[in-house]
């Protein structure tokens, strides 16, 4: 087995080298930043109308209620993405930014989720416009579609739309195993151990702890019954889970701010300063220090800030298209605040947790020797709650954690229909399910390598067609704030397919939207 995990290390080393170098972060970032200004820097410009529309109208009953069974209601697909979404990397995923990038890495984070709101933004409306229903009556969209249909409608473009969407198709079912999978019960089970099983002295199976396999096991069960149920169990359990523990990790997190709110401007100051001078460098060739700036904060705050928004990944998009909203721009509006909640709010909460522990020297940006970004929140919460704090966070990863393998089972599912059809899903949804097991028995480091991997595969095609359709943006868009916001009578955009169009259109008009 150990010469087995060797040569998949050596191999996920190579392509993690070029799926996160500098050409996939400028491309992301990039994007964001095309996408900002081509709509005018809609997350600002229009803040109080897409707050309005999206968490401003959580207890309208059109936003919470859905009749349509082949879809979710907007509340649903925004829970059930934000399940994909707030997951370990909110928690251990901060902490190794911050370990491995220093405090600066914060700063980044932050700048890659402005940027992000935007790009997701543009992922959902494109994934509804070029959405469409399966064989079983479900909605289906995502990247695959606007790369087959709206880059591929191009003049000589139809067979690169295709191939991209074929292989940002693959990318997502293997990414789904990553970041959905092996990442997220990794961290389950380094939680669960170092809070409830620290001093146990378990007998080992094939090397590794039988508390492992245990606990590996227990969450393949309950995560099958779930996942086999389809998207409505889902979505139905993402309801009822993520909006419950977000709040509660929010309150904990900040009741240690509050007790450290004296060392608030300290934390601060050292999140802007390390962002643009290395850590523990005070002079010295200006090559070299940027450099270190570059790979140090920068290119760790942008992957930590993309593992756990997901913003350009074109994964979210895929629940988002099943919601039983008609109108593009609607639904592109709840992708902006499930990034601004899961980085701005979570993200930053962590962060501020982290760097008030005492683990992180402020002056210097580095972390004291030996500190383990695994166990660093559960630690912190433990020195002020003791050990309820502990198992508050062990709880706090496993329903994160959980409810991102829930929502990544959906991304594979429809990836996977996509490839080989609706029979596939199913043959998919059991190895999904028996996978589980396997991120409780990896190392943590190869767990995550792998999830950075698949993340940066998946995000270039889908970047690429987010790009190409960047009119198609502009368009809808503008569509949308010519009727909804200005009050002028234009025909709506809502869909790249004339039947579709037509029927949304006349909901639209009788006020069904």
Known sequence: MEKFLESVTAVNDVVNGFAWGWFAIILLLGTGLICTIITGCFQISHLKHWWGKTIGSVFHKDTRHNKDMGAVSQFQALCTALAATIGTGNIAGVSAAICIGGPGAVFWMWVAAFLGMMTNYSENILGIYFRRKNAENEWSGGAMYYLQDGLGSYKGMKAVGKILAVVFSIFAVLASFGIGNMGQINKITL??????FGSVNAPTLQGVSLVNWIIGLVLMVIG???????L??????????VPFMAVAYVLGSLVIIILHIGSLGAIFGAI??????PRAVAGGVSGSVIKMILDGPVKNGCKRGIFSNEAGLGSSVMVHSNSNVKEPVKQGMWGIFEVFADTMIVCTMTAIVVLSSGVVDLQTGLCAEGTNDATLVAQ???ATFGKP????VALAVLLFAFTTVMGWSHYGSKAVEYLFGIKGVKVYKVIFVLMMISGAVLTSSLAWDISDTFNGLMMIPNLIGVLSMTPLVV???RNYVERKIKGSDVE???????????EHAAMVKEGAE
Not at 272 to 277: G, P, T
């Open 389 to 392: 704090g502990e198992w508050f």
């Open 191 to 196: 939680n669960i151990q170092s809070a409830f």
């Open 232 to 241: 409505q169990r889902i979505a139905y359990f993402a309801e009822r889970v």
């Open 224 to 230: 099958g019954f779930i996942i086999l149920g389809g």
């Open 492 to 502: 709506p955009m809502l869909s790249f397919d004339p039947e579709i169009q037509k």
């Open 475 to 477: 368009k809808l868009t």
């Open 272 to 277: 802007f300063k390390f962002a643009f001078v």
């Open 380 to 382: 912190t919460f433990g």
